[in-house]
């Protein structure tokens, strides 16, 4: 498996892979960069088809984070950690302690969190290792917990923004929403969406979280396969990455595509396909911010639940920003928060 010849590898400061005999874990933490501070990120618990599939996971996922923590103004670096599930290892309080240890080993260079697969009961195991870990259950109005309802909103917030850009409407009053994934973040949204007076079409691969949302929100369910072409004014992936590509795109009959999910762009030329069809697409680690704005209130402490609404209530306004320039200059809204993170980063170093 080639490392410093893989095509997502970035310069990253540094990778760490971790084993544990007895727990069975097997995990990669990739810490992509420390300019702004600690290397900040959640931990992915997923069953990879390879362990090359796992580096690209982690490689992708903690540049993500750098550009992510830059554009939404927080003293971190960007890292990531992600576990390779495999059935040997079930989750257990041990496999998160090994885990918790592996952490504990960077010295505080990297900081972790929730990701996929991974719940506040798994941090606390981490806790018992560590101090470098955040999204611990949450005690009265601290900021704290599980950080997946601050995505939610902020999400949430993003759409109107990108509905208000593209297709010049006030609210979601009447609009239709396809959600892809309503896990975690995609059952919030959806009921924030429903309030807000949207239609909602959701798919999902897991029944109980289909059938856990259709239990508190109205909403049509449809095949994951015909999701992202759905007659839908928005799509909003909220499940995995890599959804959006020359083969999806051409198919899409949204106008808008705004969502949850990391890495939903497969390639970068993607984000060109998009704007060459007019389709407006909300950066994801811009509009996905939420949830690590959240987690570093609750990491830097003192903070208030008040304090993260002001915060997340600040991504509508970075989205205007790139949608603005990006109407401007022509150029796709993913080059263009790109730069804009770019532009953070070489700021913050000096
Ligand atoms: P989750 O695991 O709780 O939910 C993901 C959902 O997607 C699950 O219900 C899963 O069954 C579903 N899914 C998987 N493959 C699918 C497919 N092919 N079609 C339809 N549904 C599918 O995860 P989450 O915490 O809700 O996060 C969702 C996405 O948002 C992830 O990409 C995550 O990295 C990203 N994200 C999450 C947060 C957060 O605060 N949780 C923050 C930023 C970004």
Redesign the pocket.
């Known amino acids: 498996m080639g490392v410093f010849d893989h095509h997502e590898f970035d310069d990253h400061e540094s990778l760490h892979f971790f084993s544990d005999k007895a727990t069975g874990l097997q995990a990669i933490i990739a810490i992509h960069s420390t300019a702004l501070g600690p290397a900040a990120g959640g931990c992915r618990r997923w069953m990879y088809s390879s362990n090359t599939d796992a580096l690209t996971d982690a490689l992708r996922l903690s540049r993500g984070m750098t550009y992510k923590n830059a554009v939404a103004e927080l003293p971190f670096g960007g890292g990531k950690a992600v576990i390779l599930a495999n059935n040997a290892a079930p989750k257990s309080p041990e496999l998160f302690s090994a885990l918790g240890r592996a952490v504990a080993s960077l010295g505080g260079r990297y900081i972790t969190a929730e990701?996929?697969?991974v719940s506040v009961e798994d941090m606390r195991h981490v806790q018992q290792q560590t101090e470098f870990v955040s999204g611990l259950p949450q005690s009265g109005t601290n900021a704290g917990g599980d950080?997946?309802p601050w995505?939610a909103v902020g999400v949430f917030l993003g759409i109107q923004a990108a509905v208000k850009s593209r297709l010049n409407l006030d609210s979601c009053e009447g609009l239709t929403v396809a959600v892809?994934?309503?896990?975690?973040?995609?059952g919030h949204l959806c009921r924030l969406l429903h309030e807000a007076g949207a239609k909602l079409l959701v798919?999902?691969?897991?029944r109980d979280?289909l059938k856990s949302v259709g239990e508190k929100t109205p909403v049509k369910v449809i095949a994951?396969s015909e999701i992202l072409y759905a007659d839908a004014d928005v799509i909003a992936p909220?499940?995995?990455?890599n959804v959006l590509s020359s083969a999806t795109i051409s198919r899409i009959k949204a106008k808008v595509i705004a969502g949850?999910?990391?890495n939903q762009l497969s390639t970068e030329a993607d984000g060109a396909r998009l704007t060459e069809r007019e389709i407006l697409y909300a950066p994801d680690y811009v509009i996905?911010a939420g949830?690590i704005i959240s987690v570093s209130h609750e990491y830097l402490g003192k903070s208030s639940e008040d304090q993260v609404r002001n915060d997340v209530a600040k991504i509508p306004q970075r989205l205007d920003l790139i949608f603005a320039e990006s109407k401007k200059t022509g150029r796709p809204t993913n080059e263009v928060a790109d730069k804009l993170a770019r532009r953070i980063i070489a700021a913050g170093k000096k």
Do not use: E, I, K, R
Not at 180 to 186: K, M, R, T
Not at 203 to 206: H, I, L, Q, R, W
Not at 238 to 241: D, H, S
């Open positions: 990701d996929v697969g950080p997946s995505t892809q994934g309503v896990g975690h973040v995609g798919a999902d691969v897991n979280n994951p909220c499940a995995l990455g949850a999910a990391n996905n949830g």
